[in-house]
Nanobody, 128 residues
Framework: QVQLVESGGGSVQAGGSLRLSCAIS????????AAWFRQAPWKEREGVAV????????YYADSVKGRFTISQDNALNTVYLEMTNLKPEDTATYFC?????????????????????WGPGTQVTVSS
C-alpha cells in the first residue's frame, strides 16, 4: 500500500524559511516522479516543484523558482521541499504527490491529472 506522509509545515513571517519532508513508502515498482503541490483557499491545486526518478532533474513553477528547492534522499525514501524567502502568497496547504512507474506515459507531473498518489497535506502560513 502506497503511503505519503508530509511533515514540517507551520507559521513563519515573510522572508523566513521552512523545510517540508515527505516520507514515501509502498512503491514496489518504483515511482516516476515525486512532487509538491499547494492549494490556497478558494484556489485550484497547483504544482510547485517536481523531481524525476533518481532526483537528478527538477522542475519548478515560475512563482517559486529561485526560492524553493526540491530534493530527495533515495536511501530514506524521503522527498524534501526547502522554502526560502517566503511570501504571504505562499500560504497554502502543501501536498506531497507521486506517480507510479507502472502507469503509462511520462508527463511533467505538475498537473493533478499526472498524479496517482497524494499525502494528506500540511499547512504553511506566511504572515506579512
Amino acid at each position: 500500500q502506497v503511503q505519503l506522509v508530509e511533515s514540517g509545515g507551520g507559521s513563519v513571517q515573510a522572508g523566513g524559511s521552512l523545510r517540508l519532508s515527505c516520507a514515501i513508502s509502498g512503491y514496489i515498482y518504483g515511482r516516476y516522479c515525486a512532487a509538491w503541490f499547494r492549494q490556497a483557499p478558494w484556489k485550484e491545486r497547483e504544482g510547485v516543484a517536481v523531481s524525476y526518478r533518481g532526483g537528478d532533474t527538477q522542475y519548478y513553477a515560475d512563482s517559486v523558482k529561485g526560492r524553493f528547492t526540491i530534493s530527495q534522499d533515495n536511501a530514506l525514501n524521503t522527498v524534501y521541499l526547502e522554502m526560502t524567502n517566503l511570501k504571504p502568497e505562499d500560504t497554502a496547504t502543501y501536498f506531497c504527490a507521486a506517480r507510479s512507474s507502472r502507469l503509462y506515459g511520462r508527463p511533467r507531473c505538475m498537473s493533478t491529472d499526472d498524479i496517482s498518489d497524494w499525502g494528506p497535506g500540511t499547512q504553511v502560513t506566511v504572515s506579512s
